[in-house]
């Protein structure tokens, strides 16, 4: 079976730095995105990763080993606003997304 | 403001009956899908059209149908609704782009929470 494995719930404090991994085993590989999801609101897009390495946007980061099925999102900086759901989906083979359950993160002052 | 309109926000609706979810899209986006988002799971997809006219099966189509006669509007139907199709419904679209390997980037609406009692 096909599967996305992220942390339920990670905490961290504002002005810190947080990494939130997820690892797949899917049916083939097109691409792993990252979304953010504040409560009660719609999943918004953040990053997408298709070659190995490091893709950087300002303070959000997003690192692929494809040979490891290994993914991790970095925030640095932390504000409050960033305490929302991060959502690891990987594409795969038939070009259909497969989600993980997403890491809530909570920020403390 | 360009994206996507769900309605209802919200329902409370008796097991047994008919409910349809509306999705329209303003961006011209040719892919649109019907998501479910239950506590503890991932999105799950319950249909997709690629295009206009075109519709197909997600990992949980059962008890649910959907049409596509243009390009903005992607309704989703509960023919007999139960209280296991309890969740928030989020519709999504896409500028489909797989032949180009891009990032078909989903863009979503707010979501529909829908209560079957």
């Known amino acids: 079976g096909q599967n996305i494995d992220q942390p339920t719930e990670m905490t961290a404090t504002e002005g810190a730095i947080v990494q939130i991994n997820c690892t797949y085993q899917t049916s083939g590989f097109n691409g792993l995105f990252w979304y953010q999801q504040h409560a009660g609101e719609a999943p918004t897009f953040l990053s997408y990763n298709v070659l190995d390495g490091l893709e950087e946007k300002g303070r959000f980061s997003s690192f692929l080993s494809r040979s490891k099925g290994y993914s991790y999102l970095l925030l640095k900086e932390l504000q409050m606003k960033d305490s929302a759901s991060y959502l690891c989906?990987?594409?795969?083979?038939?070009?259909?997304?497969?989600w993980g359950a997403g890491t809530k993160l909570i920020i403390k002052p | 403001i360009a994206g996507i309109t769900q309605a209802p926000t919200s329902q409370i609706l008796a097991a047994g009956r008919r409910m349809t979810l509306r999705c329209t899209q303003d961006?011209?986006?040719?892919?649109m899908y019907w998501y479910r988002q239950d506590l503890g799971l991932g999105l799950r997809l319950i249909h997709y059209s690629n295009t206009a006219g075109t519709t197909g099966k997600g990992e949980v189509p059962d008890g649910y149908s959907v049409s596509r006669a243009n390009t903005d509007d992607f309704p989703l139907t509960l023919a007999s609704a139960v209280p296991s199709q309890t969740s928030v419904y989020f519709c999504a679209s896409s500028d489909s782009n797989r032949g180009l390997g891009g990032a078909n980037v989903l863009t979503f609406g707010a979501g529909s929470r829908l209560t079957v009692l």
């Open positions: 961006m011209r986006h040719n892919a």
């Open positions: 989906a990987v594409r795969d083979s038939n070009y259909q997304l497969i």
